[in-house]
């Protein structure tokens, strides 16, 4: 079992910067991939951004350039730094580790980008 807890969300204007954090329970970055979504108010859960074992970023077109997923191996963490928000980012924001057969989600963080 993996509990994944997130923080970092918030209100920030449109143009401006935040960082999400997530930290896992336990050291599992050699075996999950570790992935950032979201989840817009009456939208489906999407992929932002995920870092495979190895080290590999892969980022969703819509944040492509705007965000970087990076992680801690030694602190547990995964974070994700997002930059010139929009409305568009507007959404539930959760932490997710895979390994392939198990899959784990923290509860989310709110991002609001407003003026």
């Known amino acids: 079992q993996v509990q994944l807890v997130e923080s970092g969300g918030g209100s920030v204007q449109p143009g401006g910067s935040l960082v999400l954090s997530c930290e896992a329970s336990?050291?599992?970055?050699?075996?999950?991939?570790m992935g950032w979504y979201r989840q817009a108010p009456g939208k489906q859960r999407e992929l932002v951004a995920k870092?495979?074992?190895?080290?590999?970023?892969e980022y969703v077109d819509s944040v492509q350039g705007r965000c970087t997923i990076s992680r801690d191996t030694y602190n547990n963490m995964v974070f994700l730094q997002m930059t010139s928000l929009t409305s568009e980012d507007t959404a539930v924001y959760f932490c997710?580790?895979?390994?392939?057969?198990?899959?784990?989600w923290g509860q989310g963080t709110q991002v609001t980008v407003s003026s």
């Open positions: 997710n580790a895979f390994d392939g057969a198990n899959q784990y």
């Open positions: 336990r050291s599992i970055f050699h075996r999950y991939i």
């Open positions: 870092v495979l074992t190895g080290g590999t970023r």
